[in-house]
């Protein structure tokens, strides 16, 4: 083992997870603040004290499994857990490649077993007491299964040819396995509403209506060619709503949850679809696309560069260095460039959601913007006075208030 590594990689992790916790004990703080006079007609006094609750029981879930997960990982990595998992993959086999398949169903699989507890907990008592869950047991477990055959089939054949491309290519690996990830990402931009929503979820066309002419005649005004709007059945999991975009040229949709439009009226929806619309116009989901790409093909040369050092193996503990090692604990002490690759694309999301609102003041209306946004943060019992440094590190999106300042600008 790496002694040095080793220690390097529980600094990060226990660095992290202080980081984290000082962040939620300074928005906490903040919960009792007085509401922002513009958004007084969010709550009455009743929903104010439910969303206040609703914070706090988030908070206290929030900060006892971080800790467990915490404690679980240094147990982990303290006890040879790693090497444990490797010993036992490599007893089915010789073959790189189905050993690291075995490695990583373990781990993926004890995982699992032991967040699924925590997880039910947070559907089925926090999001029930305060009436978001519409799930069923049977649904939970089932969503879980689907979720497990699609990483199963999709992480698999991924991670099989990354593994397969590094026996072939040497360090030359990144490249093919950077080119088969960015072909992915476009086709499932592409497709993941017509492939994979429906293994979750029912789409159905938006009906005949004057909700889906005022929609129409909006995308007509702004040059939006818009042939498929969907209705998603959002209700069945939960009462939160939400509408997104996806797809390019003939493939492009706009998503609307069964919720929005139920919380809605129709100038408030085509107020949201005209925010959407702005995304597009924008360039915002081609420049993330991209953004993405490039940031995996720049994480991918580095993993390029140490994949080969037996020491970044050797410091999660296995006896035999490994490439499937080396991605654990690449992963890990790769984890603070990601978080600050993670704050700018944080801030550019941020500053990308101010220009989607101008983008639908100017070619909508900001008032039923502004009435949508209100609502939709009642409804979810948002918080509306977050601190500073938690909105800095977190928030893709800009808070409540400081949209309306700017709709209101």
Do not use: C
């Amino acid at each position: 083992m790496n002694t040095n590594l080793f220690y390097i990689i529980i600094a990060i992790l226990v660095i992290q997870f202080i980081i984290e916790t000082v962040l939620d004990y300074l928005n906490a703080k903040k919960y009792n603040d007085p509401v922002p006079e513009e958004l007084n007609d969010v709550f009455n006094l009743e929903e104010y004290k439910k969303s206040q609750e609703y914070k706090k029981a988030n908070y206290t879930f929030g900060i006892i499994s971080s800790s467990f997960s915490l404690i679980i990982t240094i147990l982990f990595l303290l006890f040879g857990g790693f090497n444990w998992v490797d010993t036992i993959a490599r007893s089915f086999t010789d073959n790189p490649i189905l050993i690291a398949l075995i490695f990583f169903g373990i781990i993926m699989l004890g995982s699992d077993i032991i967040t699924t507890p925590l997880s039910y907990y947070n559907t089925f008592v926090i999001e029930e007491k305060f009436g978001f869950n519409k799930s069923t047991k049977k649904l939970f477990f089932l969503d879980k299964i689907k979720g497990w055959g699609m990483t199963i089939i999709l992480g698999g054949a991924i991670l099989s040819l990354i593994i397969w491309f590094f026996q072939w290519a040497g360090t030359n690996f990144w490249i093919y396995t950077w080119a088969v990830i960015a072909l992915f990402s476009v086709f499932m931009n592409m497709f993941y509403s017509k492939l994979i929503v429906p293994l979750f979820n029912k789409q159905t066309p938006l009906e005949d209506g004057s909700l889906k002419t005022k929609i129409e005649a909006y995308a007509k005004k702004v040059g939006f060619e818009l042939q498929n709007i969907f209705v998603i059945d959002g209700s069945k999991r939960s009462t939160k709503a939400n509408a997104y975009f996806s797809g390019f040229g003939k493939e492009k949709r706009i998503t609307l949850y069964d919720t929005l439009i139920n919380d809605l009226d129709e100038d408030e929806i085509v107020a949201v679809l005209a925010h959407e619309v702005g995304h597009y116009k924008r360039k915002h989901i081609v420049f993330n696309l991209i953004t993405s790409i490039l940031l995996t093909g720049l994480t991918l040369f580095i993993l390029s560069i140490f994949i080969n050092n037996p020491q970044i193996s050797l410091a999660i503990g296995v006896a035999t260095p490994s490439f499937h090692a080396a991605l654990i604990s690449f992963g890990i002490l790769y984890s603070p460039i990601s978080e600050i690759t993670g704050l700018v694309m944080n801030y550019l999301s941020r500053k990308f959601e101010y220009q989607a609102d101008n983008y639908a003041k100017d070619t909508f209306a900001a008032t039923p913007l502004i009435t949508s946004l209100k609502k939709l943060s009642k409804n979810s019992l948002s918080n509306l006075t977050p601190h500073s440094a938690y909105v800095f590190m977190h928030y893709s999106h800009p808070p409540l208030i400081a949209r309306i300042h700017n709709l209101k600008a």
